[in-house]
Nanobody
Framework: QVQVAESGGGFVQAGGSLRLSCEAS????????MGWFRQAPGKEREFVASMRWSGGSTYYSDSVKGRFSISRHSRKYAVYLQMNSLKPDDSAVYYCAAQRVGSNGYDVWGQGTQVTVSS
């Protein structure tokens, strides 16, 4: 079984920075993409950023573009989300997800890590 686990969440003041990490473990697999999503209380889960494993193309939601940056480890299935200029609206549970090759969408999800940004 493949698993992904997030770390790095926490509490930060507006304007501050946090770096989230996500690493896959378990059975060997091939990833088509890995990404980050978030869900705030009372809201739907939304896309934040993703990276295609082959080629390294990155994608961002408009709300985080220019402030967040997704990167990956060169030798293992791990991704990072550098979050700068954080705003209270960025407060949410952040989830890491992996889309395995052959899957129609993200099919491996982490448990989430809380990010709280105070004003």
């Amino acid at each position: 079984q493949v698993q992904v686990a997030e770390s790095g969440g926490g509490f930060v003041q507006a304007g501050g920075s946090l770096r989230l990490s996500c690493e896959a473990s378990g059975r060997p697999f091939s990833a088509y993409a890995m990404g980050w999503f978030r869900q705030a209380p009372g809201k739907e889960r939304e896309f934040v950023a993703s990276m295609r494993w082959s080629g390294g193309s990155t994608y961002y939601s408009d709300s985080v573009k220019g402030r967040f940056s997704i990167s990956r480890h060169s030798r293992k299935y791990a991704v990072y989300l550098q979050m700068n200029s954080l705003k209270p609206d960025d407060s949410a549970v952040y989830y890491c997800a992996a889309q395995r090759v052959g899957s129609n969408g993200y099919d491996v999800w982490g448990q989430g890590t809380q990010v709280t940004v105070s004003s």
